[in-house]
């Protein structure tokens, strides 16, 4: 079982950056999508970035925030700038693919989440 894990998060004032990192452990094959979501206290779980066939930002984080990702070593990052309270969340990546050269059994894995606290 692929397992997906973040790092990079935590207690940032606001304007300041931080880079998150996601590494799988395994590899992941036929790669559809990488991404980021975030989830904040008492608020559902949001898209932020997604890397695919385009990349695509949610409005709040357009200019500020953004994706890259390395299909070969099953990596993604997000390189967040000029944070702001209200990006304070619980961040996830996730990976569409298969562990299955051969393409079957394509899902979508996920990590469980890293910590950014931004205060002003």
């Known amino acids: 079982q692929v397992q997906l894990v973040e790092s990079g998060g935590g207690l940032v004032q606001a304007g300041e950056s931080l880079r998150l990192s996601c590494n799988a452990s395994?590899?992941?094959?036929?790669?559809?999508?990488m991404g980021w979501s975030r989830q904040a206290p008492g608020k559902q779980r949001e898209l932020v970035a997604i890397?695919?066939?385009?990349?695509n930002y949610a409005d709040f984080v357009k200019g500020r925030f953004a994706i890259s990702g390395n299909n070969a070593k099953n990596t993604v990052y997000l390189q967040m700038n000029s944070l702001k309270p209200e990006d304070t969340a619980v961040y996830y990546c996730?990976?569409?693919?298969?562990?299955?050269?051969?393409?079957?059994?394509?899902?979508?894995?996920w990590g469980q989440g890293t910590q950014v606290t931004v205060y002003s």
């Open positions: 890397l695919g066939s385009s990349t």
């Open positions: 395994r590899s992941i094959f036929n790669i559809v999508t």
């Open positions: 996730h990976i569409r693919g298969s562990e299955s050269r051969y393409g079957v059994g394509v899902r979508e894995y």
